[in-house]
């Protein structure tokens, strides 16, 4: 059973950082997409940061571009979400998600296509 676990939100003003992490577990593939999503309470869920587990290929949303990086660690089956200059409007629940295989470049931060979600961790911002 593939297994996400998101952690590291909470409450920080505009401007700061923080740093999410989603930990998997249960997983047989070497090589799949993992995203980042988030939710705002009466929004639609949006993909903001992609990256291919065995290729290392990563893709952003220009919301987050230059303020949030991807990045992974293999031994630790962990990847992050570094958070940097932080708005308001950022704030969401984040989750992680994962598939196996390959992903088109337009499909990669596109929720419906991926099979594995996390629970989710809350991210507030204050300006």
């Known amino acids: 059973q593939v297994q996400l676990v998101e952690s590291g939100g909470g409450s920080v003003q505009a401007g700061g950082s923080l740093r999410l992490s989603c930990a998997a577990s249960g997983y047989t593939y070497s090589s799949r997409c993992m995203g980042w999503f988030r939710q705002a309470p009466g929004k639609e869920r949006e993909g903001v940061a992609f990256?291919?587990?065995?290729?290392?290929?990563?893709y952003y949303a220009d919301s987050v571009k230059g303020r949030f990086t991807i990045s992974q660690d293999n031994a630790k089956n962990t990847v992050y979400l570094q958070m940097n200059s932080l708005k308001p409007e950022d704030t969401a629940m984040y989750y992680c998600?994962?598939?196996?295989?390959?992903?088109?470049?337009?499909?990669?931060?596109?929720?419906?296509?991926?099979?594995?979600w996390g629970q989710g961790t809350q991210v507030t911002v204050t300006s």
């Open positions: 990256i291919y587990i065995g290729g290392g290929r990563i």
């Open positions: 998600a994962a598939r196996s295989g390959h992903l088109a470049l337009s499909l990669r931060l596109s929720s419906q296509f991926y099979n594995y």
